[in-house]
T-cell receptor, first 118, second 109 residues
Framework: DAGVIQSPRHEVTEMGQEVTLRCKLISGHNSLFWYRQTMMRGLELLIYFNNNVPIDDSGMPEDRFSAKMPNASFSTLKIQPSEPRDSAVYFC????????????????FGAGSRLTVL | GDSVTQMEGPVTLSEEAFLTINCTYTATGYPSLFWYVQYPGEGLQLLLKATKADDKGSNKGFEATYRKETTSFHLEKGSVQVSDSAVYFCALNFNKFYFGSGTKLNVKP
């Protein structure tokens, strides 16, 4: 298996532009997580899905951020309009079954998308 | 609520030194515990895990024991190598994954 695949790996854009980050899950996994990593705030969970349904989006910073899962294997995270404070590394991760019940589910992370907003 | 606290870094060691990175947790239930490692420019990778009290997870010479009485899951390695230089994250999973803030390890030759 190729693992969790994210694109683009690097994105540089100007303030106000729309940014779309993409993620392909591991085949057979049905939980999908979007994280953001910065030096100041560390690793933050933005949103997660089980079986294509958003379960917890309390970490999404504001309405400029949106995430979708149009099918079982693919997700997008969109920022519109982007701001310099959105500069971070965005990680997608997937797991085989939904979290819960003290499970030993392992998250598998993608390599990340480094976003720079000028 | 559930949370994970790990020692702040950076931790700087010489090659072949003994490593301990402390991790304690707070949980309302009985979570599974994990250590993830992040090498520069990469995503987080699972290093080891333990799913119940007294379990020991181990991998690549690293090990950690799930201590319910002290709510701890300290990471240890007997002899570190330069290639172990990375950021290490402690995490727990019960209803949701919670990650610690990460501890950067620098190993000097």
């Amino acid at each position: 298996d190729a693992g969790v695949i994210q694109s683009p790996r690097h994105e540089v854009t100007e303030m106000g532009q729309e940014v779309t980050l993409r993620c392909k899950l591991i085949s057979g996994h049905n939980s999908l997580f979007w994280y953001r990593q910065t030096m100041m705030r560390g690793l933050e969970l933005l949103i997660y899905f089980n079986n294509n349904v958003p379960i917890d989006d309390s970490g999404m910073p504001e309405d400029r951020f949106s995430a979708k899962m149009p099918n079982a294997s693919f997700s997008t995270l969109k920022i519109q309009p982007s701001e310099p404070r959105d500069s971070a590394v965005y990680f997608c991760a997937s797991s085989p079954i939904g979290t819960g019940g003290g499970g030993a589910n392992v998250l598998t992370f993608g390599a990340g998308s480094r976003l720079t907003v000028l | 609520g559930d949370s994970v606290t790990q020692m702040e870094g950076p931790v700087t060691l010489s090659e072949e030194a003994f490593l301990t990175i402390n991790c304690t947790y707070t949980a309302t239930g009985y979570p599974s515990l994990f250590w993830y490692v992040q090498y520069p420019g990469e995503g987080l990778q699972l290093l080891l895990k333990a799913t119940k009290a007294d379990d020991k997870g181990s991998n690549k010479g690293f090990e950690a024991t799930y201590r319910k009485e002290t709510t701890s899951f300290h990471l240890e390695k007997g002899s570190v190598q330069v290639s172990d230089s990375a950021v290490y994250f402690c995490a727990l999973n019960f209803n949701k994954f919670y990650f610690g803030s990460g501890t950067k390890l620098n190993v000097k030759p």
